[in-house]
Nanobody, 125 residues
Framework: QVQLVESGGGLVQAGGSLRLSCAAS????????MGWFRQAPGKEREFVAA????????YYADSVKGRFTISRDNAMNTVYLQMNSLKPEDTAVYYC??????????????????WGQGTQVTVSS
């Protein structure tokens, strides 16, 4: 079992930045891929970014490419999402998730095994 706790959300003006963190329990964190998803009010949860166990491979949704950066620190059991040039449409609850196996379907919500409770990000115009 892996427990995930997100932090770093908040209210920011358009064009601003936030860094989300996701702290994971468990000794096997470094062997898992990690992902970030988000869910805006009235919408389905959608993929944002994913990172391989080593941090060597990263993937992004087109909507955030060039603005968001996913990274991880396996010594700290933490994955990060640096969000720059934020837009009002980035407003959502952001979730981190653990993917125990292949990253081949990293964009699929159902392929992730454990989820955090989420952190709210609100971008004002």
């Amino acid at each position: 079992q892996v427990q995930l706790v997100e932090s770093g959300g908040g209210l920011v003006q358009a064009g601003g930045s936030l860094r989300l963190s996701c702290a994971a329990s468990g000794r096997t964190f470094s062997s898992y891929s990690m992902g970030w998803f988000r869910q805006a009010p009235g919408k389905e949860r959608e993929f944002v970014a994913a990172v391989s166990w080593s941090g060597g491979r990263t993937y992004y949704a087109d909507s955030v490419k060039g603005r968001f950066t996913i990274s991880r620190d396996n010594a700290m059991n933490t994955v990060y999402l640096q969000m720059n040039s934020l837009k009002p449409e980035d407003t959502a609850v952001y979730y981190c998730a653990v993917k125990k196996y292949s990253l081949s379907d990293y964009y699929t919500e159902g392929s992730y095994d454990y989820w955090g409770q989420g952190t709210q990000v609100t971008v004002s115009s």
